[in-house]
T-cell receptor, first 115, second 110 residues
């Protein structure tokens, strides 16, 4: 039973390019969460999605960032026109339907470097 | 006020000692509390969860919860160098999502 799969593991983008980060949740998990972690800092909540729905995007920057979790396929975190400040580790987590009682399962993360 | 607050440390303890990590949270309706361990360059891994007031023990780890004081702690007994990592406190919020503290970096010295 595969865990949360994130790809790519490492992504290098030039300023102004677009970054697409993918996350496939644990099989049977319908809730996906994205977090950002800057070097030497904690996890900052970005967005919480269920299939085809954004439940909470209060942590998403107002511009350039978007997320989706389509009916079929992985969840995508998209960053347009990347800037150096977007360089961070982006972690995806998933949980099963129902109340959160057993914590999240995290993917290995995508390390984004903007040059 | 931050939703989840931790002493960022670093916390340094000698091998074999007890490491005590603390966390406070702001949302009184929170029901589930978690401790994650994160090694440098790796993803967080869940080590403890607690839902009721009191203590919960799992091997060398003990989680303590006091909902009246909005306080969660993690004790690590007989600390080992392999316990050196950043420990993240996490609290579930309304609507099933979770907020993390900034983490406490623990170093266990041989």
């Amino acid at each position: 039973n595969a865990g949360v799969m994130q790809n790519p593991r490492h992504l290098v983008r030039r300023r102004g390019q677009e970054a697409r980060l993918r996350c496939s949740p644990v099989k049977g998990h319908s809730h996906v969460y994205w977090y950002r972690q800057l070097p030497e800092e904690g996890l900052k909540f970005m967005v919480y999605l269920q299939k085809e729905n954004i439940i909470d995007e209060s942590g998403m920057p107002k511009e350039r960032f978007s997320a989706e979790f389509p009916k079929e396929g992985p969840s995508i975190l998209r960053i347009q026109q990347v800037v150096r400040g977007d360089s961070a580790a982006y972690f995806c987590a998933s949980s099963p339907p129902g109340t959160l009682s057993s914590g999240y399962t995290f993917g290995s993360g995508t390390r984004l470097t903007v040059v | 006020q931050k939703e989840v607050e931790q002493n960022s440390g670093p916390l340094s303890v000698p091998e074999g000692a007890i490491a005590s990590l603390n966390c406070t949270y702001s949302d009184r309706v929170s029901q589930s509390f978690f401790w994650y361990r994160q090694y440098s360059g790796k993803s967080p891994e869940l080590i403890m969860s607690i839902y009721s007031n009191g203590d919960k023990e799992d091997g060398r780890f003990t989680a303590q919860l006091n909902k009246a004081s909005q306080y969660v702690s993690l004790l690590i007994r007989d600390s080992q160098p392999s316990d050196s990592a950043t420990y993240l406190c996490a609290v579930n919020m309304d609507r099933n999502d979770m907020r993390f503290g900034a983490g406490t970096r623990l170093t266990v010295k041989p």
